[in-house]
């Protein structure tokens, strides 16, 4: 590489840091895909009954494809809308979500914890607008902590969902982030079942108050099996869990030993006739700013189309994905989103055979699988840990890293590089070198990171040179 070149590369790798998250990017082989079965295009309207809706920007034409909910019947849009990163203005949120109503999105998905517990109230401010049978809400009990939820108090978090949403019905409720703690089988005992919380939500289920009732895994699996097992006695009605090309058959970047691969998880619910709802579509965004060689072979074969759109239709292909989630607080998201969707197009073979080479490419990656969620946040000492974590993948995947193995000239280079870009994206307050260790994070982050034992990688990283 030419000074010249490492310069631009520099300077394009901060830009990039502008961004803001990218995580890691393992990729693996995965087979052809099946056709598009259960898959719909154009329902009589974006909700299942009832009028059209208005129209936001004047387009009335939706193309959104659709899945049917096996049992209700309910047409879902196979683009669901994670409400978890929205912007900070109400009016903003609104623009984004009218648009999206009016080009089909119909399943809004939210949690107590999102937004520092605003996200539920924002998300029922924007829905409310619109009739209640014009749109799909998902929300989540969120009763994890260090310390076990007794029943009255998880109940009252259950309770005031529906205030905060404005609804008298929820129509996709999830025992949110199964399979964290040390031992996942007794946390998830501890947070639903000992307590009684479980057994009142299956009577809310047979009362209607939830129409449909599932879960949301992340990390060990031993819970996500346990839970499974107990499908005769739980019946549920679809699971979600994080599914993209890296996770297919790499979890974590095949660095998290207890997890278990997306094709393990979605093999399973498929073969038990539950659908599936996709988190982390393209993780956090990494894969949707890979680095600019695999960028370079994605659009060799469709010049138009952004990494993202690759990752979307990679997961969308799948058919028993009844709706795909995508946190969109940039219109501009929202819009490719939109197109990608509207119809989608299922990856072909020779796609998907291209996607498998290219995790070949990106396997070895040592990048942190942090998806920049943010539910390890705040850091009592203050550090931004998504932001360092971000950091640090843009480094690596824009290869400015400074790797020991590299010639003496070029890893002085690099380190220098890598000092001064760290320091003009992270504020000192901020950075890795802020972490003491206390290990309160651990418990909260549902990819498993050893979060202290990674910052102390970037404060090596970080590390001036001895003279
Ligand atoms: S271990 Fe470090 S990053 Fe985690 S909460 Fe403690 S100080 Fe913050
Ligand atoms: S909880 Fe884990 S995945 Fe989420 S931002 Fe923190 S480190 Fe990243």
New binding site residues.
Partial sequence: MTPKEHDMNRREFIRRLGFGSASALTLMAMGPLSALANSVSQPTHPAGSGAPLPPADGQTDIKMTYRRQNGSGENISLLGFGMMRLPREQAEVDRLVDYAIAHGVNYFDTAPMYGGGRNEAVTGQTLSRYPRDKYYVATKLSNQGQQLWPFERSKEMYENSFRQLRVDYIDYYLLHSIGGGSDSIENLKGRFINNGMLEFLLKEREAGRIRHLGFSYHGDVKAFDWLLDHNDQYHWDFVQIQMNYLDWRHAGGGRRRADADAEYLYGKLEKLGIQCVIMEPIRGGGLARVNEDIEKQLRAVHPDDSPATWGFRWVGSHPNVLTTLSGMNRMEHLEENVRTFSPLQPCTDAENELLARIADQMAGFPTIG???????MPCPYGVD??GN?AFYNEAVTNKMLPLPETTAADYAQRKDAFIKAYRDAISAEKRATTCVDCGQCLP????S?R?PNQMSRIVELARKRRA
């Fill in positions: 942090c998806t920049t969620c943010g539910y390890c840990i998504p974590f909260k982050c549902p990819q990171i979060i």
